[in-house]
């Protein structure tokens, strides 16, 4: 796999450099076929946007051409000149990224969805295909809020997932009752969707109204995008009988890792992306320590060429899944954004995962939000498990982030933890977040 991988890389860089003027001075004195991998300086969203015109490959992909592409709505979902997806991040984490893909990363993407499906290689296979035979249903939580590539990724390449599924798209916005009455009537073999969407479903399915039955040898419920916590998958154990698979992707690289049934992990799939967890000093992250942040190299997709590309998430890398050839992702946490900054009068900062002590991934908790409001204040909002006492809760979390702000030398920040029936959503990706520093721009 490794040598895959490696073939891949160099490929990709040899292409950078025959293509790209800002490469071929930002790997000045490189050779693609002697260095390391490790020799390739990494790149960040600044650069990425200060030097995209001079980073792709083909004139039509100027940033000002994607961004007329998409200033249009019904260009929204369809395939620019017939050959590239172009789709924007949710900008929950500052400003939204636009990026292309081509049509051969989007079919490797749709083969590796449709193939690994089995707890081993060996046992990984299509789905059963049969031109009389009833296709699994599909229901897929999508934003059309904005161009964002988890409902045009449906609509590009339809014709691959008409093979398995008949598709049923759901937007986030719909109102409630009417998603309830919807997926009563769908009743999906397979639901793709934020976590935090599946918390309230679960909800509704433990209350009885919502009746799906997941009955389906195929099964299964998927979620991304959003924090996918132990709390929430004990709900949905509860709830409707399976275990829900996470899944790990970014616009820049929207295949990263992904979870099977009956792995208990998320895998890196390493073939179709080089992934690095890294250290606050830029040094590699030892196995099963936290990192600071990642570097990650999408293998496939030649429209816009990433080596080495930084994305700011918190993560846990594990050994090699036996019976694999990837690594696994022992843990998510969130991105550096999870970081807030006070005035206590002096600027003091402390790590939102501190805050939360023994609850950021407690059981007892379904989900939470800590959201500043102010240099001086910041607040815990939650949803805790059925049958657990949210007073009590609300209690150890607030002096549980007490003592943290203490420690950080925030003693002069107010902080407060309380129950709710539903977390703050993001206005134009319609995720929760579960870290909202002041400086986050929420607005539409």
Known sequence: MLRVQERRWRSLMRFALATSPFYRKHLAGLDPDRCAYTD?????KS??????DEIVPDPRLRMDRLREFLSDRRNWGTLYCGRWMVSESSGTMGSPATLPQDVVALDWMHAVHSVRNGPLPDKASLPPWHPFKRRLRLASFICTRAPFSSAAIFKTRPWVSSLFHTHHPIPIDTPWHEVIERLNRIQPDVLLLYASMLERLAHAQLEGSLQLKFSHPASTISTGGDALSPGIRALCKQAFGIEPLDTYGATECPIIARQWHNVDRMLLMEDMAVFEAMDRSGHPAAENELSDHVLVTPLLNRAAPLLRFRLN???RVG???P???FRRIEEMVGRTSMIFEFRVPEQRVAVGMNLM????????LTVYQLKQVSKQEIQCAFIAQPGQDPQAIADSIAAEMRAALDTAGCRTVQCRAFAVAALEKH????????YIPLYEDYTV
């Open 40 to 44: 390739i300086p990494p790149i960040t």
């Open 47 to 52: 650069q990425l946007t200060a030097n995209w």
């Open 313 to 315: 998430d918190c993560v």
């Open 319 to 321: 050994p090699v899944q």
């Open 323 to 325: 019976g694999w050839p």
């Open 357 to 364: 002590g023994r609850w950021y991934n407690h059981p007892q």
């Open 427 to 434: 206005p134009r990706s319609g995720k929760t977040e579960r």
